[in-house]
């Protein structure tokens, strides 16, 4: 079915509008994808935060003219499904991850920064963490001196308390065995 040139017009400013936005552009070749296994992935994109559209190629050009994304223009070519992102890997991750299931979903390239990347590149971004795990990271990272520190004053805190509490028992224990000493007496002499 053909667009009309106020349709195209739409397409064209609603990609760009999402261009202007993302951070990150995936791209990849979903010739013999079932309509299920497409249902899948863009339910899985929506949940992230990633924009995934079947465009015409030459519409998806002009989309990207002008902004970062222009840089892989011309790698626009065959029937591509195009995943746009403000999250920095999440359109690269939910790609990978699905290329990982889907063998007929072949990534073919993508942008992040202005800066083309091939198949590679788009696993390695999927491969980074995400930021609420990047940033978790770094609070652990921080944690980790303050923790070390309160289980080391701990520890004295605690032997402190058992240095002071050695004396307790020390003098507690001459009494205990004096009074055992002076009942067995006794109870020898009970015996006899």
């Known amino acids: 079915m053909s667009l009309n040139r106020s349709e195209k017009e739409a397409v064209i400013s609603e990609v760009t509008s999402l261009a202007a936005q993302a951070q990150t552009l995936v791209m990849a070749e979903y010739r013999g994808i079932t309509v299920a296994d497409m249902n899948k992935l863009r339910v899985t994109a929506r949940s992230n935060g990633v924009s995934l559209s079947v465009l015409k190629n030459t519409l998806a050009r002009r989309a990207v003219g002008g902004s970062s994304f222009d840089v892989i223009a011309d790698q626009m070519t065959g029937p591509l499904i195009y ?4 999250d920095a890997v999440a359109a690269a991750k939910v790609v ?6 889907n063998d007929k979903l072949v990534i073919r390239g993508g942008v992040y920064g202005g800066k083309v990347l091939d198949v590679d590149g788009v696993k390695q971004l999927a491969s980074i963490p995400s930021k609420e795990v990047l940033l978790a990271q770094l609070c652990g990272l921080l944690m980790s001196p303050i923790s070390r520190t309160a289980v080391v004053l701990g520890a004295l805190a ?6 002071a509490a050695a004396p ?25």
Request: net charge negative.
């Open 83 to 86: 995943g746009f992102s403000v």
């Open 96 to 101: 990978a991850e699905f290329a990982k299931t």
């Open 158 to 163: 605690a032997k402190k308390g058992e240095g």
């Open 168 to 192: 307790e028992e020390a003098a507690a224990e001459p009494v205990a065995e004096a009074a055992a000493d002076t009942a067995a007496p006794a109870e020898d002499a009970a015996a006899a």
